[in-house]
T-cell receptor, first 116, second 116 residues
Framework: DQQVKQNSPSLSVQEGRISILNCDYTNSMFDYFLWYKKYPAEGPTFLISISSIKDKNEDGRFTVFLNKSAKHLSLHIVPSQPGDSAVYFCAATRRNYGGSQGNLIFGKGTKLSVKP | DAGVIQSPRHEVTEMGQEVTLRCKPISGHDYLFWYRQTMMRGLELLIYFNNNVPIDDSGMPEDRFSAKMPNASFSTLKIQPSEPRDSAVYFC??????????????FGQGTRLTVV
């Protein structure tokens, strides 16, 4: 069973418009959520994160929203640029559970294409 | 710091052969993770270590898979004997752990394994 789900395998957006990538999770014990970006032939790179005590975190063009009651988070990219074209992975973990790090549970990713 | 270093970048081997993947984590990071990426299952955690000690190996698919971390700067993932269904990209990642720079994991560039 997938604990972290990204139901859209792909998304195509026009340059300058908003990209919205969605992620759902099932485990209510997750308390920290992350987005990673991955280019072909490279490892995933950390993009932005949010703790479960917050509902929004912003970093430049990237904003992550968390709706705990719906167990849903989203990544907004505004404005979208062609260089944003990549696969985006949502990940979740139990950072504060039992004092341990836990591990990152990833969704399957959404391939974003930003067209000029 | 050079980041997480994995070797080899590509490995092609025949079914039944032993395969060893190597990883050098970022210096000072207490956590090391091995992930496997396939089209069907996405990024799945195989095993992770904290201070060189294996914490959770429940993701290791079979007894043919084994991982070691003899010291803080080196880890191996071994598959013996290898099978065609083991073909995937294997990522190593390291993290400083909770309270020291966050929970974000830093990934290596991956090893693309092909078993023929």
């Amino acid at each position: 069973d997938q604990q972290v789900k990204q139901n859209s395998p792909s998304l195509s957006v026009q340059e300058g418009r908003i990209s919205i990538l969605n992620c759902d999770y099932t485990n209510s014990m997750f308390d920290y959520f992350l987005w990673y970006k991955k280019y072909p032939a490279e490892g995933p790179t950390f993009l932005i994160s949010i703790s479960s005590i917050k509902d929004k975190n912003e970093d430049g063009r990237f904003t992550v929203f968390l709706n705990k009651s719906a167990k849903h988070l989203s990544l907004h990219i505004v404005p979208s640029q062609p260089g944003d074209s990549a696969v985006y992975f949502c990940a979740a973990t139990r950072r504060n559970y039992g004092g341990s790090q836990g591990n990152l549970i990833f969704g399957k990713g959404t391939k974003l294409s930003v067209k000029p | 710091d050079a980041g997480v270093i994995q070797s080899p970048r590509h490995e092609v081997t025949e079914m039944g052969q032993e395969v060893t993947l190597r990883c050098k984590p970022i210096s000072g990071h207490d956590y090391l993770f091995w992930y496997r990426q396939t089209m069907m299952r996405g990024l799945e955690l195989l095993i992770y270590f904290n201070n060189n000690v294996p914490i959770d190996d429940s993701g290791m698919p079979e007894d043919r898979f084994s991982a070691k971390m003899p010291n803080a700067s080196f880890s191996t993932l071994k598959i013996q004997p290898s099978e065609p269904r083991d073909s995937a990209v294997y990522f190593c990642a390291s993290s400083p752990g909770t309270g020291r720079g966050g929970t974000e994991a830093f990934f290596g560039q991956g090893t693309r394994l092909t078993v023929v």
